[in-house]
């Protein structure tokens, strides 16, 4: 779920995420993961914007083949450029950030940054 206030050149973004993983060829116990970021955007042209970013994160799982579990706030920023997809009508967006927790709600391993890539659009 994806929000974008506009703020003459620049916005304020919410960017939400949920999934439910069953992979029974990989564990017979399910995972579900949750994401809500929010923070400034900045126009830097009409198909590159960096972002700052504040997020809470959770991850509940039994297996850590599909991630440990995680209930944590983080901070980070990203690049984000927009481009058309294979045809006219499509739209297709490539990121890569940095993020850090700075508070977890369970043990967890020391914080450290951890990048992140994704692409993704409509084909």
């Given amino acids: 779920l994806w929000r974008e206030l506009p703020l003459g050149r620049h916005a304020l973004f919410s960017d939400s995420y ?3 993983l ?4 990989i564990s017979d116990r399910p995972a579900a993961t949750l994401f809500s970021k929010v923070g400034p955007r900045f126009r830097l042209n009409p198909k590159f ?9 959770a991850r509940e799982t039994d297996d850590v083949n599909l991630g440990r579990r995680a209930y944590e ?3 980070g920023s990203r690049l984000v450029y927009a481009f058309g997809g294979p045809r006219p ?5 490539a990121t890569v950030g940095a993020f850090r927790r700075f508070t977890s709600f369970r043990d967890a391993p020391a914080a450290r940054w951890r990048l992140i890539v994704a692409i993704g659009g409509a084909l």
């Fill in 18 to 20: 949920g999934e439910f």
């Fill in 22 to 25: 069953f992979l029974p060829r």
């Fill in 49 to 57: 914007g960096a972002d700052l970013f504040l997020e809470a994160f």
């Fill in 73 to 75: 706030l983080r901070y």
């Fill in 89 to 93: 009508e499509s739209a297709w967006v």
